[in-house]
């Protein structure tokens, strides 16, 4: 059974950081494309950034410079560090994993969220 855990969100002060963990279970994790999304309240979902499986980032316009996603294969969990913490960026961060099945045929996976909120 495919499991995407997301956590480290809370409530932080503008200015501060965060790291998101999303920790996976069931899928192919080497060979995954992993993403972080978020949906402020009244907006759509938009992606944050994406890794490959050959650790190639990319990142949406405004999170250049302050995010930064990472991958630990050993633990099979993806990050998503955030500085400089914005009012915009309160959110629901979500994990998304892009997963080859043995035939090679990649599945959309989601976590549940977790909530960042900022405020001083």
């Known amino acids: 059974q495919v499991q995407l855990v997301e956590s480290g969100g809370g409530l932080v002060q503008p200015g501060g950081s965060l790291r998101l963990s999303c920790a996976t279970s069931?899928?192919?994790?080497?060979?995954?494309?992993m993403a972080w999304y978020r949906q402020a309240p009244g907006k759509q979902r938009e992606r944050v950034a994406q890794i490959t499986s050959g650790d190639i980032a990319d990142y949406a316009d405004f999170a250049k410079g302050r995010f930064t996603i990472s991958r630990d294969i050993a633990k099979f969990t993806a990050y998503l560090q955030i500085d400089s913490l914005k009012l915009e960026d309160a959110a629901v961060y979500y994990c998304?994993?892009?997963?080859?099945?043995?035939?090679?045929?990649?599945?959309?996976?989601w976590g549940s969220g977790t909530l960042v909120t900022v405020s001083s």
């Open positions: 069931g899928i192919l994790f080497k060979y995954s494309v």
């Open positions: 998304h994993a892009s997963a080859p099945d043995g035939r090679g045929i990649f599945h959309d996976y």
